[in-house]
């Protein structure tokens, strides 16, 4: 997953999410809470406005009617309850869950208010109570909740100093409408992450599009356009902090650039007439020398190894005006197929104890320099003889794809570590000295100045694959098919 956007978004989602499942947990626990604690207030309520004095058996039964009646007759029971006056049951509800036991439950000893006696007051007498025909004291509530007969009941035991109550509501009716909740809240939660997650890549966008700006500003900096900066934003102080320190790098990185650029491009001009004056000088000095005397093969020595730093000078110069963009390609229609030829005849004839293999469409014709691509495809065959092995094969691939040439070389010998894959192109990098049969040839450009070439005629050069014993390099470019 590597668009940060949509990590944004993801982590938002799942962070969202997590919020919205904790704070439906905490408002589902504490819904419930309220609703027992309002039940519990409903019980102790009830309990209290009919222990003020002590009643018989029909005043329970009465009260049990009143509470069916509530409760709904075709309905599990909602309310039911159990009196004791003393240690006789004056009344039990007809559909008293059997698995409760009244009588085992613990009946509270404190009274509300903290009243305490040590006899207790006479029951008020009939009629209205008043200061001087007190109610009863009533003991404080003990609530409890209940597994009985499949269902879930909230039990409360109280009563006064003659008679213990207990009341037991059914929790039926309330534990299906917290499961409704529940239910609809687990519905809604994939809608509302799918509107957060659409809100939080909206936002992630638009937080991102300054960075998305920087990049195209980025895209538009290159070798030939490295005096372009990028405009700081306005309004995103932080940004503009960034924008600063990149376009300080610009300005070192194209100082640095034109340095490097000139130094190789004014070396490379400076050093050529001294080559040239060597190069006459021992020119003459060979031909003065008497022939096959050891002054003749030292002089032959130094002029070869001047030749070799001509040519380096020139693929310097070259790379330097690529780097520039000021690489002049002076397209004419060429030959690609004869030209390839050519090149294949005189690497057999370099190196006769090859085989070649040739495998080349015949008149395939491109606008091309034809100076400039005959020194790239001398440097890849180059490469192909250089690192082959005794008695291998070179082979060399040309046909047409639509409006693209496709050229191949392939050699037998090593292949390429992975490590040096994607340093091969690297101006100076010769790879594993253990490649070459020449160890003393090649500094490590003619890659580098065959793809700049390639490139300058809209092409490319690439790494085909690379065997323990094969390797071939692609290279393409665009052409037109002659008759």
């Not at 309220?34 to 222990?51: G, I």
């Not at 039964?61 to 049951?89: E, I, Q």
Request: neutral net charge; proline residues 6%; aromatic residues 6%.
């Amino acid at each position: 997953m590597s668009s940060f956007r949509l990590r944004l978004a993801l982590l938002v989602g799942f962070l969202t999410a997590g919020l919205l499942l904790a704070a439906g947990f905490l408002a589902w626990e504490l819904t419930t809470r309220f609703n027992v604690d309002r039940l519990d207030r409903e019980l102790h309520h009830l309990a209290k406005t009919n222990l003020d004095r002590v009643n018989d058996g029909s005043h329970w039964a009465r009260l049990d009617a009143a509470l069916t009646f509530v409760s709904g007759s075709d309905r599990p029971p909602t309310y039911v309850l159990w009196a004791k006056n003393n240690d006789r049951v004056d009344f039990r509800s007809a559909r008293w869950p059997d698995a409760i036991a009244p009588g085992s439950l613990a009946v509270p000893t404190t009274y509300e208010g903290g009243i305490t006696f040590d006899q207790p007051p006479p029951p008020p007498a009939r009629g209205g109570l008043s200061p001087r025909n007190p109610a009863l004291p009533i003991r404080a509530t003990a609530c409890s909740t209940i597994e009985a007969n499949g269902s879930t009941w909230r039990v409360a035991v109280t009563g006064n100093p003659y008679t213990t109550l207990v009341l037991a509501a059914n929790l039926a009716e309330l534990n299906a409408d917290l499961r409704r909740l529940r239910s609809r809240y687990l519905a809604a939660l994939p809608l509302v992450l799918l509107a957060v997650g659409a809100g939080a890549w909206w936002l992630a966008s638009r937080a991102l599009r300054p960075v998305a700006s920087l990049t195209q500003a980025a895209e538009r900096i290159t070798a030939a356009g490295l005096d372009q900066r990028i405009s700081a934003p306005t309004h995103d102080q932080e940004f503009q902090r960034l924008v600063t320190v990149f376009n300080a790098m610009l300005d070192r990185l194209e100082m640095g650039f034109h340095q490097a650029r000139r130094f190789s491009a004014d070396a490379s001009h400076e050093l050529k007439t001294p080559l040239a004056l060597l190069q006459a000088e021992l020119e003459q000095a060979v031909r003065e020398a008497p022939s096959g005397s050891p002054q003749q093969q030292i002089y032959s020595s130094l002029l070869d190894d001047i030749q070799h730093l001509k040519a380096i000078l020139e693929r310097l110069l070259l790379l330097s005006l690529a780097d520039s963009g000021r690489l002049v390609v002076e397209r004419t229609p060429t030959d690609l197929s004869a030209m390839l030829r050519n090149v294949a005849e005189d690497s057999a004839a370099l190196a006769p104890q090859l085989e070649f293999e040739h495998a080349i469409a015949p008149a395939v014709i491109v606008q091309a320099d034809a100076i400039l691509l005959e020194q790239a495809l001398q440097n890849l065959t180059g490469n192909a003889l250089k690192y082959n092995r005794a008695g291998g094969i070179v082979r060399l691939e040309l046909k047409v794809e639509r409006s693209w040439v496709r050229l191949t070389v392939g050699n037998h010998g090593p292949g390429i570590a992975l490590t040096d894959q994607t340093r091969i192109f690297e101006r100076f990098f010769r790879g594993d000295p253990a490649r070459s049969r020449d160890r003393t040839s090649g500094v490590g450009l003619g890659l580098s100045l065959s793809r700049e070439i390639l490139r300058a005629h809209g092409g490319e050069l690439v790494l085909g694959r690379t065997e323990p014993d094969w390797t071939e390099f692609v290279a393409t470019l665009p052409t037109t098919r002659s008759a």
